[in-house]
């Protein structure tokens, strides 16, 4: 048939391990599969099924990520490929030989000709698998299928064998040319046949369930669920006749592949796809992980085109990076606490309210809780205007009221301008007496904080029986116990750590979920600082080192000055305290 016309022409684009193919009739169907081997065989089974609807050879343009190639694909499962006179380079013969399978190696040497063409399929051919091209296994659907064919396209071999419940391909009519004295009816018959391996879509036509009849003969309505105890695909007639199916067509319960099976594959005849059918697609990228910073020779070699992959450690950077910028529903408050002056309570509150600020836009509070001399205002920058906590207290109420504005903070706090962080500062010049803060009065406070911030930081005093330690305590969703590499210094972290144990309930809980930061004080007292903290292993969440570092010693606490490496331990220690968040 269509001898001397152009064949009709159908279209693939192959996209990793799915397609779109296009018929000759301007259908558009989607193929998926679970690698590339398998939606090659699914687009040329699809051709080959088109070739038999239309009872002549089709032609296939192919473009994607194989290369765009012209097949032509014949109803026996013939396959050629349409050459240009333009010069063909080596990837598009890779590219071809993808698309087409060479004979299985034979013990002779092979001939440079090619054969001379057959009627019949060589044993090797991909259409093997499908049908061995003669009528025998279409008057014969029972008979035992053809052994597994392998294949060389130049890699090694793979298997390819078609799965023992399904029956050997048959089209609507016999395969070959028709006769002379046959009319153009049988031919619409075909093409109007729907083809036995495309599965039947959820908004498919009913008139696909099964094939028109004559307008006299009474159609009765078949189940298009209930299998027929024949084989799927068995003719009801000889091979000499065309077969009416009285049935619907039973849908194959697995397509051939390569190496595994697949499922089959579901067509979308419609503009958009009903439920029970594959979930289309989304077109945005799910959100993914905290991306990772390329640092020396990998971020040297991307800068030259190479394609390279973050170490380790930065992808464990990146990570702590993202928990200490998180935000949470509510504010949320950590105590600095430990009986004993001098280890390190203030520069622990200034160095995690710059990591959270830094990393989590602002909005960051240190509270200096310290009824005898607290030096956090010392230790960080002053603002525009000097005031306490003395200053904020009476005018709470005011601050708390709707109209109030969220600027209006700035009059009681120091912004740290490079740090983004706010300071509550104490009076360190007022005797404890002059500056006392009741439990009612740290409520009050505590409600305006929690209005202004998302985060409150308290850098506790000494005096563990004050009111607004105490209160401290009962607020607090986090507990953080700094210490030095000194036995005093560690004893008193312990000793607070016990109590807290025994105090109630919440208290317990800080204590078992709390984070110990062991600072190195001295250059030469490393292995001090390691005995120390591994004493606490075990005793707590999470326990984190500190090295030595000039810039933590005395003057301004700012996070850029501070070394490399002590950036690294208070990012660790930061993120270790997020957690227990």
Known sequence: MNSGTEPARAHARVTGESAEFSTPRGDVESLTAADADGIRHLILARAREEAVLSGAPIEVLTSGDHGEHHLIVDADGTLSVRTSEKTVTRAELREQAWWTTEPAPSTEPAPSEEPAPSTEPAPS????????????????????????VAFD???????????????????????????????DEDIDDVEDAPSPWAPVSADAPAALDAPSEPADAPAEPADPMIESDEPAGAPSGSADEPAEPSEPLVIPPAMPTGLTDIPPVPVLSGPLATSGESARPSFIEPA???????????????QLGLP???????????????????????CRTIAVANGKGGVGKTMTTAVLAAVYARHGGGTVLAWDNNDTRGTLGWRTEQGDYDTTIRDLLPQAAKLL??????????????????????????NPELLAADQRITTADFDLLMQVAARYYRMV???SGNDESADRWLRMIDSAHQLV????????????????????????????????????????SERSNAAAVQEIAE???????????????????????????????????????????????
């Open 125 to 148: 051919d991909w259409t093997a698998a499908l049908d061995a091209g003669d009528d025998d296994d279409l008057d014969a659907p029972g008979e035992a299928d053809p052994a597994p």
């Open 457 to 459: 930081i308290f850098d």
């Open 308 to 330: 390279m992959r973050p170490s380790r450690a930065a992808i464990e950077r990146a990570a702590r990076e993202m928990a200490v910028s998180r935000h949470w529903a509510g």
């Open 288 to 302: 993914g992980e905290h991306p990772a910073k390329l640092d020396g020779w990998r971020a040297f070699l991307a």
């Open 481 to 520: 116990v700094p210490t030095l590499a000194a036995p005093e210094s560690a004893e008193s972290a312990a000793l607070l750590l016990d109590a807290l144990r025994r105090r109630d309930e919440h208290s317990r809980r800080l204590a078992e979920n709390a984070v110990v930061i062991v600072s190195q």
């Open 153 to 183: 396209l130049g890699t090694p071999q793979f298997a390819f064998a078609l799965p023992d419940d399904i029956g050997p391909y048959e089209p609507s009519t016999p395969l070959g040319e028709p006769d002379a004295d046959e009319d």
């Open 535 to 581: 004493g606490f292993v075990g005793h707590v969440r999470a326990v984190e080192v500190i090295p030595f570092d000039d810039a933590l010693k005395a003057g301004r606490i700012r996070y850029g000055s501070l070394q490399p490496k002590t950036r690294d331990a208070w990012m660790r220690a930061a993120a270790a305290v997020a957690d227990g968040l």
């Open 401 to 426: 009221e709707t109209t109030a504005s969220v600027s209006d903070i700035a009059r009681y706090v120091h912004h740290q301008s490079v740090d983004r962080y706010d300071v509550l500062r104490s």
